[in-house]
Structures are given as structure tokens and as C-alpha cells.
T-cell receptor, first 115, second 117 residues
Framework: AQSVTQLGSHVSVSEGALVLLRCNYS??????LFWYVQYPNQGLQLLLK??????LVKGINGFEAEFKKSETSFHLTKPSAHMSDAAEYFC?????????????FGQGTRLTINP | EAGVTQSPTHLIKTRGQQATLRCSPI?????VYWYQQALGLGLQFLLWYDEGEERNRGNFPPRFSGRQFPNYSSELNVNALELEDSALYLC????????????????FGDGTRLSIL
């Protein structure tokens, strides 16, 4: 069975500082991995996805993530935080076959940006 | 391009009643997914429909059901509502390439907030 662990339910950084949100996965086969962001009272917006091409994936809003198979990790980073980045972030995994299209989500990390 | 649309935005019911939530996928998407986001429980997969058929189901009781229409829109029905059904219900859609095993990303609507009194 697949699972996703996001280390840290709350992360707080200063505006302009590095953002690092951690995600580790477990999967019996090489997974597909996704990061989504949820702003208050909204649905989920796709930030980026890893589908076995380049291990360093660039997404929207200046975010990127690196797939590290040896560490079973897919951490999300942004060099310089902006106030508008304050939101909840979800890492998700799916299996790359037709029979298991569901996404399995981590518990989420709430990112707070301090002025 | 219009995104995934869900209605209603908010729904208030009492215990024992039935609720119907609706979802229209992005044009060209044939797959619709339903997720429940309950306080303290995170995002849980409910149902997956593709081409009008139920393809996968999460660990939810049978009183959670749904269907997909020929235009690929979908309904989620919850019967005999219980207090713990209070949650944000998110619908997502994606396309599935016929000749590929690659997973297309799921695109989400803004959800229906269901409150059970």
C-alpha cells in the first residue's frame, strides 16, 4: 500500500527566506508524485508533478521539488518566500497504472509567512 | 478554459437526511474523482468514475454512492447523513490517455461544504 508522510504540520518562515516542506513516500512500485496547494475556502491547485522524467521538477509560483529515490523523498522548496505563499500544502502519490488512479495524500503542512 | 465546477457551495442538512452534490469536469476530461476532507482526517479518496463506470472506491460505507452521466458530470449522494459526514467534499477531473499508463494530474474544484446539524 502506498502512503505519504509530511514532516511538520506547521512550518513558519520569514518573508524572503527559504521554504522547505518535507514529503516522504512509501510505495511498492515507482510512484507518481504531486504537490498541491490549498488556499482558504478553495480547492486544491496543482503546483507540480513527478512522473519519472527529470528528478528535479519545476512548478508554478517559483516552487520546485526533487525526487530522491534513495531517500524516498519529494521535498518542496522555494528560494524566497512571499506573503502570498501562506496556505496549506499537500503531497500526494499515485500508482502509475490504470487500476489505481486514486491519489493518496499526506496530512498537509500549513505554511505561515512572517513579515 | 473553465475549471472543475461544484454545486452547491454550501449544504446544510440534518441527521438522517440525504445529500446530493454535483460536479462538472473540465471539458474533455472523462474521469471524475470524489474526495472527502474532514477536520482531523485529511483528504480521503471516495470514488472514481470514468466513462460512466465506477472504477475504484475508497473505504467508505455503501451509503456513499454516485454516478457519472453521459456528459461526464457526476453526482455524489450521501444517504442517512451522520454528524461525522460534515466535511468539504472535493471533486477532481482528469483525462486518461487511452494508449498510455501515465497518470494525468487531477484538477480540483473548490468543493462543497456539507454541514450536518
Amino acid at each position: 500500500a502506498q502512503s505519504v508522510t509530511q514532516l511538520g504540520s506547521h512550518v513558519s518562515v520569514s518573508e524572503g527566506a527559504l521554504v522547505l516542506l518535507r514529503c516522504n513516500y512509501s510505495s511498492s512500485v515507482p510512484p507518481y508524485l504531486f504537490w498541491y496547494v490549498q488556499y482558504p475556502n478553495q480547492g486544491l491547485q496543482l503546483l507540480l508533478k513527478y512522473t519519472s522524467a527529470a528528478t528535479l521538477v519545476k512548478g508554478i509560483n517559483g516552487f520546485e521539488a526533487e525526487f530522491k529515490k534513495s531517500e524516498t523523498s519529494f521535498h518542496l522548496t522555494k528560494p524566497s518566500a512571499h506573503m502570498s505563499d501562506a496556505a496549506e500544502y499537500f503531497c500526494a502519490v499515485s500508482r502509475p497504472n490504470q487500476g489505481a488512479q486514486k491519489l493518496v495524500f499526506g496530512q498537509g503542512t500549513r505554511l505561515t509567512i512572517n513579515p | 478554459e473553465a475549471g472543475v465546477t461544484q454545486s452547491p457551495t454550501h449544504l446544510i442538512k440534518t441527521r438522517g437526511q440525504q445529500a446530493t452534490l454535483r460536479c462538472s469536469p473540465i471539458s474533455g476530461h472523462t474521469s471524475v474523482y470524489w474526495y472527502q476532507q474532514a477536520l482531523g482526517l485529511g483528504l480521503q479518496f471516495l470514488l472514481w468514475y470514468d466513462e460512466g463506470e465506477e472504477r475504484n472506491r475508497g473505504n467508505f460505507p455503501p451509503r456513499f454512492s454516485g454516478r457519472q452521466f453521459p456528459n461526464y458530470s457526476s453526482e455524489l449522494n450521501v444517504n442517512a447523513l451522520e454528524l461525522e459526514d460534515s466535511a468539504l467534499y472535493l471533486c477532481a477531473s482528469s483525462s486518461i490517455p487511452k494508449r498510455s499508463l501515465s497518470n494525468q494530474p487531477q484538477h480540483f474544484g473548490d468543493g462543497t461544504r456539507l454541514s450536518i446539524l
